[in-house]
């Protein structure tokens, strides 16, 4: 991961390191940190809150530059663990008692179609009995791509080969198989056309009654997938999608890259949802179960 990180961490985090590490944090410096965390693509809600927070801890106590940088990341740690209210284990961990769905969405090229191969590589590798349901029936080569990613993994893709399929139905089709297989893990590739937010709604609206129906017990996520590079872009993306689906949790992708990883921070902010995994590269073996103590070590130290 710290490899991964390697460029976002240079690019801006470690800023804030080389502020806060020399001397006593003055109120230049406070205002240093806030440009880099701007700059971090942290956001203006974000770095408010950053800010007002580390403010607040400078008045109580002393502030010997390791400390400085400590209260720093315990804020940044707090912030990323606020909407599960609980500490972030870096496991990955669906219960085995129920089966587990999981519709995954992200706009074209944020990296949907790699995230599902690599969960499903993930499941297959932690032991859980894995399915993927290819509804992403609107782009022409997504259940091709899909099925790639499913060879790699050796986990099945169900698919509906006809034309114009309705992917509601594909989501009835996987379900079934997987209620027949004892499948633990279902990930439902589904579409992420934002350029009609109805028809994205009522697709996905479409997929939750067929579910509710068909595995009224089935714990459901629904994780956004979201290129880290499009910084505060990618947060507007997040704003519609979480309008049009009720999103639990989010997957950041390549942070391998150009990416300031400050967009973390604003998603959680802004959106309240949690980050659930983040990718740092195009290998089946580049993503990890997102640990806010591990990101923020690998941003800050
Ligand atoms: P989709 O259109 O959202 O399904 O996106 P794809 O999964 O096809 O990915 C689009 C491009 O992003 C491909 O070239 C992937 O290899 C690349 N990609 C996906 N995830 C990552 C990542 O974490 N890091 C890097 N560097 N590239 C990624």
Redesign the pocket.
């Known amino acids: 991961l710290r490899q991964g990180l390697d460029k976002t961490r240079r690019n801006i985090l470690n800023q804030l390191k080389a502020i806060v590490g020399q001397g006593p944090l003055n109120q230049a410096a406070v205002a240093e940190i806030e440009a880099a965390l701007l700059q971090a693509d942290v956001g203006v809600e974000a770095t408010d809150y950053i800010i007002s927070e580390l403010q607040k801890k400078l008045r109580a106590e002393v502030t010997a530059p390791e400390e400085a940088i400590a209260f720093l990341k315990e804020i940044l740690r707090d912030m990323l663990d606020q909407p599960l209210k609980e500490s972030h284990k870096s496991s990955f961990a669906p219960d085995k008692e129920t089966l587990n769905i999981w519709l995954i969405t ?10 599902i191969g690599k969960i499903s590589h993930l499941a297959q590798k932690s032991g859980y009995k894995c399915l993927i349901g290819a509804a992403d029936t609107f782009r022409a080569a ?1 259940v091709e ?1 899909v099925k790639v990613w499913g060879t790699r993994s050796g986990v099945e893709v169900i698919s509906n080969p006809g034309k114009n399929t309705d992917p509601a139905a594909v989501v009835f089709d996987a379900i079934a198989a997987a209620q027949a297989r004892e499948t633990e893990l279902l990930l439902v590739d589904t579409a ?1 056309r934002l350029q009609n937010k109805k028809n994205l709604m009522d697709e996905l609206s479409k997929i939750r009654r067929i579910i509710d129906k068909k595995a009224p017990k089935a714990k459901i996520e629904s994780l956004l ?1 979201l290129d880290a590079t499009l910084g505060q872009n990618g947060l507007r993306q997040a704003e519609v999608f979480s309008q049009a689906a009720q999103l639990s949790g989010v997957v950041l ?5 150009t990416a300031k990883g400050g967009v973390a921070l604003a998603v959680v902010q802004q959106l309240g949802l949690p980050i659930r995994f983040i ?4 290998g089946i073996e ?1 993503l990890r179960p997102f640990s806010s103590y591990e990101f923020v070590e690998a941003l800050l130290s």
């Open positions: 992200g706009v074209n090229g944020a990296g949907k179609t790699t995230t997504a791509q992420g997938v992708t390549k942070l391998d890259g990718g740092a590269g195009e580049d």
